[in-house]
């Protein structure tokens, strides 16, 4: 579960992106300044304006060339006003738009950063409708901070000032007023707002999570002829969307109609006191005009307020989860100064190790002892949940130990940089995931810059290279999301020519034949052997029949090896846990203890 996020949260995600470019800052709220500034003398030359018509002779020609002198000005304040305005906007367009991409970037950098778990309990839908909405929301923040609030705070202590100096009384009606509009916006934005659209924007994170999940999974959709009920329980998601959607906006929208009350209040007060002081020979009719203009001035900037304030805090809630990414600590860390890991022959040592999962009370391993030989090939089995996963993670350092050290040639993983030891490791897991990329850059992935003739190379290898031929684009074929436009095997086929083109001295198979036909089975188990020599192997073994050519077995059970040596040894042993595996396996046997736990199970 997420912290909350706070003002002060916002306040320091914000500050980290905008001080990076300190002169922009300055020059901005420079040009905005003096923008505002402009625009607050404006009403002042329409007062004098209307003054020296009102006072002066019609016709007369002092007259006409003080009011075409005040007319100047008025023109060329606007003018200047407008200009300072786009340079502002400008800028701030150019500084948003490197903020964003920041944003972006880093989130992205930052969530592939984490955990195995934290992904394992998060939508990847979720996440990047997470991320894309705090972008814009952070840009919706700046844009209503800097060239809202900001400029019509300028204007609003600007022409309050003015009017305190020309019409005094005028001038405190509309601070009070000001202040008392200010204080309502905060109020109901915050106690009010603030609730309604926290709701609205996690039911936004649901919409996509199950919009991904949906698409993702079209494919068991279709098998199953289940669109209608898809779309049926989408659009119970989309409706409870639409209604927190829909509370949050009818409530904005009810307080916007109070706010306008309220500035209509001060138009007509403001008018109201002037025409009162001019009816008792303590204004001009200027000053009215004066009165008059500011109230149509002050009121649009209160008005947009009354909007900035509700914008802000809906901007707020929408960055709420980017800022929890953000600050969020990154649980399998590189140490200060971490060095990189330096490939030897491929000895894995597990010195005392002690690992529980985050949430779990009883240890997968608690004072763990194993030692795999360079070039060893080594098998694990044992029941569902007896830590052989578990072992291949640690092996990766995708989790921390709690207790004792895993050493790789010599190595003590935890303190040399992770992409480099995982770059030592290949992988070919049970399930492989590819890029929606050519096929060249999927067989590539772990070398990059391996040539087009070592690409084919592998591929041969790996019995890749007939089907790929095939192709109407050949290498240069684009595989779909996940590679759904290849067959399981064939995917698995892509994933074995990668972890071949890598050339790591750590290979890890996860049953990397499963996904294969019988035929392609026989080719791929001999490439597979050409491939693990000189290398030590560990493979995670569903199927028994598949490790009988292995250096060695490691039987789990419960976090502890408990029987280890060849196929032949273990087999030959009268009631140990591998014979009774291979026998439940290759002769479709089933003993009573099964029965039983599948009886208290039910």
């Known amino acids: 579960m997420k912290d909350r996020i706070t003002y002060k949260d916002v306040t320091r995600f914000s500050w980290h992106y905008w001080r990076r470019r300190p002169l922009a800052g300055v020059a901005l709220l420079v040009l905005m300044m003096l923008a505002t500034a402009v625009d607050v003398f404006i009403p002042v030359y329409a007062g004098r304006i209307v003054d020296v018509l009102t006072t002066g002779a019609p016709g007369q020609a002092s007259t006409l060339e003080d009011a075409l002198f005040y007319l100047g000005v008025f023109a060329a304040l606007a003018l200047v006003f407008n200009l300072l305005r786009w340079a502002s906007v400008s800028l ?324 040399v940089r992770q992409a480099s030891l995982r770059q030592a490791i290949a992988l070919v897991p049970q399930e492989p995931v590819l890029f929606h990329r050519s096929l060249a850059a999927n067989i590539a992935y772990g070398k990059p810059d391996a040539t087009m003739e070592e690409i084919v190379d592998a591929a041969r290898k790996a019995y890749a290279d007939e089907f790929i031929h095939q192709l109407p684009l050949g290498y240069d074929t684009l595989v779909g999301e996940r590679g759904v436009k290849l067959s399981g095997g064939e995917r698995q086929r892509v994933a074995i020519a990668r972890a071949i083109l890598s050339g790591a001295p750590i290979l890890i198979l996860d049953e990397a034949t499963s996904a294969l036909d019988s035929v392609s089975e026989h080719y791929i188990q001999k490439a597979l052997a050409v491939l693990t020599r000189n290398r030590t192997t560990i493979t995670i073994a569903h199927r028994l029949a598949t490790i009988k050519a292995v250096d060695r077995i490691l039987v789990f059970d419960q976090g502890r090896v408990v029987e280890q040596g060849t196929h032949a040894a273990l087999l030959s042993r009268e009631g140990s846990l591998y014979r009774t595996l291979f026998d439940m396996q290759a002769l479709d046997l089933v003993g009573d203890d099964y029965y039983e736990e599948e009886r208290a199970a039910e």
Request: net charge neutral; charged share 20%; hydrophobic share 50%.
């Open 92 to 415: 701030w367009a150019w500084f948003a738009v490197q903020c964003l991409q920041e944003i972006l970037t880093e989130a992205m950098r930052k969530v592939q950063r984490f955990s195995a778990d934290w992904h394992a309990n998060a939508f990847a839908g979720a996440t990047v409708r997470k991320i894309t909405r705090g972008m814009w929301a952070f840009d919706s923040f700046g844009d209503t901070l800097f060239m809202g609030l900001f400029t019509a705070a300028i204007i609003m202590t600007g022409m309050t000032a003015m009017l305190l100096i020309k019409v005094p009384l005028v001038g405190v009606f509309t601070a009070v007023m000001i202040v008392l509009y200010s204080a309502f916006s905060i109020w109901s934005s915050v106690c009010v707002l603030a609730p309604r659209f926290r709701k609205a924007a996690r039911a936004d994170t649901q919409v996509g999570a199950e919009l991904a999940d949906i698409i993702t999974g079209n494919a068991t959709v279709k098998a199953f002829g289940t669109e209608q009920r898809e779309a049926m329980l989408f659009t119970d998601t989309a409706k409870n969307w639409r209604l927190l959607s829909q509370n949050a906006w009818l409530t904005g929208e009810a307080f916007n109609l109070l706010r306008g009350i309220l500035r209509a209040v001060m138009l007509v007060g403001m008018v109201g006191v002037t025409i009162w002081l001019w009816s008792h020979g303590n204004a001009t009719t200027g000053d009215i005009a004066l009165a008059l203009t500011s109230s149509f001035i002050i009121g649009g900037y209160l008005r947009d307020i009354g909007m900035h304030i509700a914008n802000v805090q809906k901007a707020v809630n929408d960055m709420e989860d980017v800022i929890d990414f953000w600050k969020r600590d990154v649980e399998v860390a590189d140490i200060p100064g971490a060095s990189a890991f330096a490939p030897g022959d491929g000895e894995i040592v597990f010195d005392r190790v002690k690992f529980v999962y985050n949430g779990q009370v009883k240890p997968v391993y608690d004072d763990f002892d194993i030692r795999i030989a360079p070039g060893e090939k080594v098998a694990l089995v044992g029941p569902s949940g007896s830590g052989k996963s578990t072992f291949v993670k640690l092996v990766q350092r995708l989790y921390d130990v709690q207790g004792g050290e895993i050493r790789i040639d010599g190595q003590n993983i935890a303190h």
